[in-house]
């Protein structure tokens, strides 16, 4: 396994929005890839999570920050259950020298089996090539009243353990702080050894997004693949060092 997936702690910038939402996430600042690589380097992130064709523009000239190249996606045009295959390869992933590359499932849609096959693969393959897989596991379709019930967010970490994943990002549910507590130790007992990274969501008020971060660190979880929460701020800076010091420098439990 390439050495960035032995790490514990995870600090990752996830740019594949003009992919999922469209622009209508992105300031005419944001729209531009080289600003959030820029964030990326100065916030000094363990990682950047880019599209192939983002990454195959814009990446030639951040080559120190590691990338995952996300090889599916899909847009928010279609009503359809959810089904999320690959466009991108780890083949260009190796050519882009990324250290691993990401994968989006969606359980519970009923295209699940074809996303969990397809991951099956590529996980195959990138782990021939040394390349570590991030899986991004949304339970989503119209067997799932509410994609962020506690109860399906800790099936989706389990899932995430189950198939193999290096890091798994799961989405967490919007709650009090003494709920999120017990929450995400429970979520940490279910999924023994799986490293656990929180998805960011859209913007929150700082103070939340922080508390939220520092109950699923604090439980043992392994750090955040964040987005909106960072490169939706006038200046992401101050909140990027306190994320960081939530991530890597309070809650150590299994050190
Ligand atoms: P955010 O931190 O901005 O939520 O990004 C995390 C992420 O998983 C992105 O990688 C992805 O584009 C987006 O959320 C998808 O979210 P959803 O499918 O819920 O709209």
Redesign the pocket.
Known sequence: MNDFFLKEKFLIL?Y??GL??GPSDFSEKSADPEFILKIAQEGRFSAI?LTPGIAEKFYFKFREIPLILKLNGKTRLSQEDPVSLAYGSVDLAKRLGAVGVGYTLYPGSKYESLMLKEFGKIREEAHQENLGVVA?V?PRGKAIENETDPKIIKYAARIGLEIGADLI?IKYPLKDPEFLENFFKEVRKATPRAKIAL????KLEEERFLEILRLAMKAGLNGA?????VWQRENPFPFIEKIREIIFEENQPWL
Request: proline share 0%; no cysteine; net charge negative.
């Open positions: 996830a594949d929005h999922e939402h999570v991004w949304y990002k998805a960011g969501g859209e693949v964040v987005g909106r929460n």
